[in-house]
């Protein structure tokens, strides 16, 4: 038996250098310390999209694209097809539980300043997944073509036309045209399945090489650690199986609606709002005044919006920049910072 | 000095080669009424047609001078008293020429109709109560019945007959026609002057009801007409449908009309006659196909509660809908036969829209049995998965 | 020795019941459904010589009633069937060639133009073509 396992590895080491991949694989080691339960998130934040990969392509098998099929076919799926209505459920519920994981991967990595020297491009690829994910959410929402997804596309898209000269041009870009049609719906729909996608596999193949080549942050500086493989990797596996029966609960007891189909005549229903992950934000903008001196608030609100994005993309060197005794200090009072006000926000979003 | 201002007022906002109107410059001024009937004329359906002042009252408008303006002698006749008025609006209303004008599709027969009605008959002999053109149509603001502000609009009808007729305005609005058209919204609904005529506005005659309510019952009508209860109601000189249905307050049928305390029936044929037997047959079906439509309806609320799908089983249920409404509708036949066959299909419908509601519910408990089995293996084998690393180290 | 025996057998049954539990609703989920999708483009509404001049036929196009009529004069007409006053079914009268709900007396032209009674508003109408001598029901553009 083992002699067999042995020819079948030489065998591919002589195509593959996989020897020296489980070689290297078996030196990766953990540290182990009180809060080492938040590298878990990451591997969570992948196993989700895996499964989003999953549940998109078997939803893919009976959705239709188009303003007089999306919704027909989301409905068919949602009440006739076997399971349709646990596929499209674990879809939605597992794309909010990813986007809620990021989050927590995010601010446990900031935190633990795991962003420094040499980390800086880990970050910036982490970043740009989060981005990702957060359009392949506003990208998905729209599909069901249903009034909720409809309205919220229109509010959610109105806004890039407040960019100044080139607005326009960039909401028509995105629309395909004026308003929220079926040309829209044709966009979004390449871009959920097959733009967004393939570059997030590509960001999360490139975010994963530098956590293998750079190894774990404070790996030399703890005082215990436990190996990657097997010790850390299964149990990794255990709580993506926990994780993968949260979702089922999720999708079982709060089964995502179908909702009315969008009538673009129709008025918007009433308490319309973006998914929470969009909240904060959208809470900002409708705080603001309708002018600000002489520029339109709206404007106002985005480049803060992107300023404040582009600050946080740009922790890592920043953070250099600021005086080494003070910098601990300083990103843990930024951090936050930042998360009391999204989570004020968002709160205040979803109650107003 | 009000007066002055007033006039130089009308003076420049006259256009120089229209015809010259003076009248609201006096008028509008007299007093607080009088300012709001020259107010309210500004959009009244006559003056959008281009009419002025002098159109129905006569006299010279040009002119400023009240003797000169309103001389008999010029044609001014001032306001109509009630018994003229039929006339005064006649002038133009009865005559095709001159509706030609300003509104060639409206008929020219309202005086004509107007004094074949009870209101027009009991105002020629004398009786000054009777209603006549200004009170339903009000002057001086009159819109046209499209218009929803005006009297004659659907809905504005019951109160503008209910003037008078205050009892069976509202006896209207407590029967199905008025919630109809009250409160669902229906304008499609009859009002008073869809049974009794606007202008010729009567009673109807008991030969002429059926007629009247068969315009949208059709169905009802038909089966009746055809049935042995038509030849002996004509014998008795009962009003077709009001027999049992009453007038104003037509409360929505139920059952109960057929047998029981209750019966309509149980005026003419004695309780214990083959003649009750069958229509107790008859209020027998109708209850059970009633009953296994309510209850579809139950399970399939009971299974949208839970969020599960149920188009379909509505579909049906519309479905069972139509035929138990055309099962009521059989009964004006009075054979019980037919209205069972009608019937029961409509029951069949229910149930099988019921069936698919509690498949729905038991596809539900299925999940969730489905969700707690795999909860289980997932969980067993990440336990085992966690024991065994930890056994290892 | 033995607890890891047990361990280890414990994850294979593990494994063989994870398995069976996602590939269960997965292969069921790839089977298609009997029914076929609804709110189809087009639906069959029979051989041309089962319509005769003056008849008329209710289908059913995804959800909603659909009214196939061959006038007198052998012309094609497709409507919805569900009247606009109260949702009854309409019926065609070729005595008067006309679309007529029995509910309240409501009546349409062979266009789904609302004509007499109370119906506030025209039948939809769908397009009816003929693809060889079978008459098929199509969505109006």
Redesign the interface.
């Known amino acids: 038996m083992s002699a067999l396992k042995d020819a079948a590895l030489s065998w591919l080491e002589e195509r593959l250098p996989l020897r020296s991949a489980m070689e290297f694989a078996s030196h990766k080691r953990v540290p182990v310390h009180r809060g080492d339960v938040f590298y878990y998130a990451g591997g969570v934040c992948m196993f989700l999209f895996l499964l989003q990969v999953a549940t998109g392509i078997l939803l893919l098998m009976y959705y239709r694209v188009g303003s007089d099929a999306s919704y027909e076919s989301v ?1 068919y799926i ?2 006739k097809v076997p399971f349709g209505w ?1 596929m499209r459920s674990v879809h939605s519920w597992g794309a909010n539980l990813m986007v809620l994981f990021i989050f927590i991967h995010m601010f446990s990595v900031y935190f633990m300043k795991a962003f420094r020297k040499p980390r800086e491009l880990t970050w910036l690829t982490g970043c740009g997944l989060l981005g990702l994910a957060m359009a392949l959410g506003f990208s998905g929402y729209l599909l069901p073509w249903n009034e909720l997804a409809f309205f919220a596309t229109k509010v959610g898209t109105d806004i890039l036309g407040q960019v100044p000269l080139v607005g326009h041009w960039l909401l028509r870009l995105v629309r395909g045209g004026d308003e929220v049609t079926g040309a829209t719906l044709s966009r979004f729909f390449g871009l959920h399945v097959a733009v967004l996608p393939a570059l997030t596999a590509l960001g999360i193949g490139a975010h994963l090489l530098l956590v293998q080549v750079q190894g774990m942050a404070h790996e030399h500086e703890a005082r215990r650690t ?1 190996p990657f493989f ?2 850390f990797l ?2 990794d ?3 993506w ?2 994780v ?2 949260l979702v ?2 999720l999708a ?1 007891f709060f ?1 995502w ?2 909702g009315r189909k969008a009538d673009a005549l129709g008025s918007a229903p009433a308490g319309i709002k973006p998914e929470w992950y969009f909240l904060a934000q959208y809470q900002f903008l409708k705080l603001l005044p309708g002018r600000v001196g002489m520029v339109p608030g709206e404007l106002l609100g985005i480049v803060a919006l992107n300023g404040v994005g582009v600050w946080w993309l740009l922790t890592p060197f920043w953070d250099a920049a600021v005086p080494e005794r003070r910098r601990d200090a300083v990103v843990r009072w930024a951090g936050l910072g930042a998360i009391t006000l999204l989570t004020v926000m968002t709160v205040w979003g979803h109650l107003s | 000095m009000t007066l002055a201002v007033l006039v130089l007022a009308a003076a420049l906002a006259a256009p120089a080669s229209a015809a010259v109107n003076r009248c609201a410059a006096c008028h509008g001024g007299i007093d607080e009424k009088h300012a709001a009937l020259v107010k309210g004329f500004e959009r009244d359906i006559h003056r959008e047609k281009g009419l002025t002042c002098a159109a129905c009252h006569g006299g010279d408008p040009t002119k400023d001078d009240a003797a000169e303006a309103m001389d008999p002698e010029k044609g001014f006749v001032g306001a109509p008293s009630k018994a003229d008025m039929p006339r005064f609006c006649g002038k133009c209303h009865s005559d095709p020429a001159a509706m030609r004008r300003s509104n060639p599709s409206l008929p020219v027969d309202q005086e004509l109709k107007y004094y074949t009605s009870r209101h027009g008959k009991l105002l020629k002999a004398g009786d000054g109560r009777a209603a006549s053109c200004a009170d339903c149509h009000p002057p001086h603001g009159m819109r046209p019945p499209k218009d929803p502000t005006s009297s004659v609009y659907a809905k504005n009808i019951p109160r503008t007959c209910g003037t008078c007729h205050a009892r069976q305005s509202s006896d209207y609005r407590a029967g199905v026609h008025g919630v109809a058209l009250l409160e669902k919204g ?4 009859p009002v008073c002057n869809t049974c009794h005529g606007n202008h010729g506005a009567t009673p109807p005659a008991a030969a002429s009801i059926a007629m009247v309510c ?6 009802n009508m038909e089966f009746f007409k055809a049935s042995p209860m038509a030849k002996a109601w004509e014998k008795k000189g009962f009003h077709a449908c009001a027999t049992c249905h009453g007038n104003h307050a037509i409360a929505k049928p139920t059952p109960e009309l057929l047998s029981g305390s209750h019966a309509v029936c149980l005026k003419c044929h004695a309780p214990a006659s083959p003649q009750l037997a069958a229509a107790a047959a008859m209020k027998g079906t109708l209850l059970s196909v009633e009953t296994a439509y309510a209850s579809a309806e139950a399970a399939i609320k009971d299974a949208e509660v839970r ?1 599960m ?1 149920m ?2 089983a509505r ?1 049906a249920l ?1 479905q069972a809908r ?1 035929a138990m ?2 099962a009521r ?1 059989v009964v004006h036949s009075f054979q019980p036969a037919k209205v069972q066959e009608v019937a029961g299909g409509g029951a069949d419908l229910a149930r099988k829209a019921e069936g698919e509601a509690r498949a729905a519910v038991l596809d539900f408990r299925n ?2 049995i489905g ?1 707690g ?3 289980f ?13 930890k ?3 | 020795m033995k ?2 025996t047990f ?2 057998l ?2 294979v049954s ?2 063989a ?2 398995a069976s ?1 996602l590939l269960y609703p997965v292969l069921r989920y790839l089977l298609p459904p009997e029914e076929a999708e ?1 709110e189809p483009e087009t639906v069959k509404a029979g051989p041309e010589k089962d319509f005769a001049p003056g008849s008329s036929k209710i289908l059913k196009f995804g ?1 909603k009633p659909v009214i196939v009529i061959r006038d007198l004069a052998g012309g094609f007409h497709a409507l919805s069937a569900t009247c606009t ?5 309409v019926q065609y009268r070729k005595d008067r060639d006309l679309v007529w709900c ?4 409501g009546n349409y032209d062979l266009s789904g133009k609302n004509v007499s ?4 508003r025209p039948l939809d109408r769908f397009e009816v073509k003929l693809v060889g001598s079978e008459v098929t029901v199509l969505r109006a553009a």
Do not use: K, W
């Not at chain 2, 229906?186 to 609904?189: E, M």
């Not at chain 3, 006053?85 to 079914?89: M, P, R, S, T």
């Open positions: 409905r949602s009440a646990l436990m097997p010790d299964v149990r596996v255990a709580l199986l926990l993968l029966n089922g609960v079982v089964p609606e179908v | 229906d304008t499609a609904a068969g315009s949208c019952h059709a169905n969020g799908d188009e379909d579909d519309g139509m409404y055309q509708t999940r969730r969700l089995l795999a909860t293996v997932l969980t067993f084998l990440a336990g085992a998965l966690y024991l065994r690393v056994d290892q180290e | 607890r890891r361990l280890n414990a994850i593990g494994l019941g994870t539990a609804a959800r006053h109260l949702d009854c079914i029995a509910c309240h007396n009674g109370p119906p506030p």
